[in-house]
Every structure is written in C-alpha cells, then in structure tokens.
C-alpha cells in the first residue's frame, strides 16, 4: 500500500522511504518523534476543520446542545 501511494514518474520507492525514515530518526531521535507527530496529527485535524467550516476550535469535545 506504501508503495502505491508514492508510485509515479519520480515518485518514492521503498529504499528512498526506509532511508527517509532512517535520518529522520537519527536527527530527531525516538523520544522527539512521537511528540512531532502529535503535533502533526493536530495541524491536519485543524486544517481539516478549517476547511470544511467548523468554526469550533480543534479538540473540544461538542456539548448536549450541539448534538
């Protein structure tokens, strides 16, 4: 499925993704990685509520009245 999503004229093999992944982990270390895709994770769900009009701010769980 990895493979899939990155084929294409220039796209990503395996060994290029395997490499990226290796530096990655020697820059940042394996304690700093958890704590960047958290980060990660809460800009995607931020930008995917901005762009489907939420106007409620990211992590705030909805109140009786909105359901």
Request: glycine share 14%.
């Amino acid at each position: 499925m990895l493979n899939s999503i990155f084929l294409g004229p220039m796209g990503l093999g395996t060994t290029e993704i395997i490499l990226i992944l290796a530096v990655v982990l020697l820059m940042f270390g394996g304690r700093k990685i958890p704590e960047l895709m958290r980060g990660l994770g809460k800009g995607v769900k931020e930008f995917k509520d901005a762009k489907d009009g939420s106007d409620k701010p990211a992590g705030n769980e909805p109140t009786k009245e909105e359901k």
